[in-house]
Every structure is written in C-alpha cells, then in structure tokens.
C-alpha cells in the first residue's frame, strides 16, 4: 500500500513523460513519448524532435516559467 502511494506521488508532476524509444532501420532512433497528466502521446523521428515535443509542451504548461529569459555569452 505505502509503495502504490509512493508511485502516484512520483508520476504527478506536470513535467513528467514517458519515452519509449526504438531504433529504426537506418540507425537513428525514434519512438513515442507520453505526458503522464494529460495523457497525449506523440511519435518522434529523431532526438531533436523529442527534445522540441517536451519543450512546447512545458511552454504550454508555463512549466517552470514560460517567460524564463535564456541566457547567453556574447561581447
């Protein structure tokens, strides 16, 4: 009972997904990656894909600060 508590404390977070990868024939990998709260799922091609489908949906979410300015080093 105390473990099954813990494991819905653990998945309830709105920056939470599961990512189920596979490698595809060519070499690269793809595979589905699912929001845990909402439930969606979305295929990807390649990591930079995953990468795009996890940072639009944090945005989205304002997780943590959609408003966040990125930082850089320029002269």
Known sequence: MGEEIMLQRKWNCASDFIIRVSRSDEGFFQ???????SGQVHRFKDFMEMLLLIQGKLDRLGYPQAETELRCWSD
């Open 31 to 37: 595979g589905k990656i699912e929001h845990v709260q």
